[in-house]
């Protein structure tokens, strides 16, 4: 594939979560639009030389070195401004380096390094990404000589390129392929699938964010409450992974359902929640956490999965950081039976932090599915039997002697014990809290399960003859 210096080659229309996200960062008027515009291959973001034209994130695809990415203009930051839309726009310019795979830092030839670039580099640091200086505006070979004090930045490789005049971009673009991501191959599908059940009550939006995942029309979307009848599976392949998404009818507490569709949709739900390990529950931000809500969280809990709350809808919001702050204490608190999970607050109609959600399930898998020593359970355990005491029962000392943990998915651990007697459920609760703390297992909910030790059977077998 070739194309003249400047002028990628055509980009497909579709998207997907799978293609890594290069963004353009940088103070106004610096260039960025004119770079996005020749990066992409047409003329979408505004460019003006006012300062601060470009007030929002856009997002486009774009063909870097014949991979696919999605190419993201943030607003100009500006050094110590402090007035509420350069806060925006620091703000939406942080949300864009939480999703981004490299970052392309551009900066001013000629006006040399600024404050702003300074923030930016310490900002970009600190995220650890693969990072490129682009630094904009040399238009001759004699103005290079200005890019040498951009490398006090701390930040390599530093280029010098003209986006007006179209130079230095097919040396930017073989940078920026080289810092992407490795693209997927054959190799992924030796890993297992990772299911995902989407779950929920009808209307919060389930299958609006499947179809933002996937970026294609594939179930029905409706504001009608419940008109997603059937558990319709999705194959996506992200992150070197296949997802299975597996999309529900809204789940109603039993009584509820009152026609046969909807009493088949409940049970193909349930039935999703048996053969997902994750379950993405999604909720309504602008609803909080009803009650509704909390019985579709009761049964992922009982089918024993790793959970993820979504609050969709966060755009929607518009009582500011305090409203947020309230809503994320609110769920904290009417979910705590469920304190393995971390809620994500996402827009799946615009596609905020939607990214995340495939990453945040990768996480839970990992520990979901993972496997600790067993010198490292008996250690968590002794600290959390020191730090409470285990309580008598029947009027007898209750012990626990040593753990084993006996399966996966998620983490099955038994414990050996001295009496047949089960112990209260605040205590297997703050046991099993404190052994996840201990072994960083903090996504994903353990099982424990009480076993007479052999040496307490023989023990007791004179006496029950």
């Given at each position: 594939m070739s194309s003249a210096p400047g002028c990628p080659p055509?980009?497909?229309?579709?998207?997907?979560?799978?293609d890594p996200v290069v963004v353009l960062m940088g103070a106004p008027n610096v260039g960025k639009s004119t770079l996005f515009n020749r990066l992409r291959g047409g003329r979408r973001a505004l460019v003006h030389p006012q300062p601060g034209m470009t007030r929002d994130r856009l997002s486009r695809p774009a063909i870097i070195e014949e991979r696919r990415v999605l190419l993201v203009d943030t607003g100009g930051v500006i050094h110590g401004s402090g007035?509420?839309?350069?806060?925006?726009?620091?703000?939406?310019?942080?949300?864009?380096l939480v999703e981004a795979d490299v970052v392309v830092l551009v900066v001013d030839g000629?006006?040399?390094?600024?404050?702003?670039d300074r923030d930016l580099s310490r900002l970009i640091h600190r995220r650890g990404l693969p990072v490129i200086v682009a630094v904009n505006k040399l238009d001759t070979e004699r103005l290079e000589i200005h890019t040498s004090e951009f490398h006090e930045l701390g930040l390599e490789p530093v280029l010098s390129v003209s986006a007006a005049h179209g130079l230095g971009l097919q040396e930017l673009r073989k940078q920026i392929a080289a810092c992407l991501p490795a693209p997927l191959t054959a190799a992924r599908e030796e890993a297992p699938e990772l299911s995902l059940a989407l779950i929920g009550r009808p209307n919060v939006g389930k299958s609006s964010l499947l179809n933002r995942l996937v970026n294609e029309e594939r179930v029905i979307v409706s504001d009608q409450p419940g008109t997603t009848r059937d558990s319709i599976d999705t194959l996506l392949h992200a992150h070197q992974r296949t997802f299975r998404l597996v999309d529900t009818a809204g789940l109603r507490r039993r009584e509820a359902a009152a026609d046969t569709a909807e009493s088949l949709a409940i049970a193909q739900a349930r039935h999703a929640l048996a053969r997902a390990q994750i379950a993405v529950l999604v909720m309504d931000a602008q609803a909080g956490v009803t009650v509704g809500d909390l019985a579709v969280a009761g049964e992922a809990m009982d089918a024993g999965r790793a959970v993820i709350p979504v609050l969709n809808k966060w755009d929607l919001l518009t009582g500011g950081e305090d409203e947020a702050r309230a809503l994320l204490e609110e769920v904290a608190n009417r979910l705590s039976f469920l304190p393995y999970s971390r809620p994500l607050t996402v827009s799946a109609l615009t596609g905020l932090r939607v990214r995340n959600l495939l990453k945040e399930a990768l996480l839970s898998e990992e520990e979901f599915m993972a496997i600790r020593p067993t010198a490292a359970w008996n250690r968590a355990l002794q600290s959390a039997m020191k730090e409470r005491r285990t309580p008598l029962v029947e009027n007898r000392p209750y012990r626990i002697r040593y753990a084993v943990q006996t399966g996966t998915g998620p983490p099955r651990v038994t414990l050996f014990v001295n009496r047949q007697t089960p112990l209260p459920p605040p205590y297997m609760r703050f046991l099993a809290g404190r052994l996840r703390l201990a072994l960083d297992l903090t996504r994903t909910p353990i099982h424990l399960h009480l076993k007479l030790r052999q040496a307490e059977r023989k023990r007791r077998r004179p006496a029950d003859a």
């Open positions: 055509s980009v497909p229309p579709e998207m997907s979560v799978t007035d509420a839309m350069s806060a925006l726009i620091r703000d939406q310019s942080h949300e864009a000629r006006a040399g390094c600024s404050g702003t």
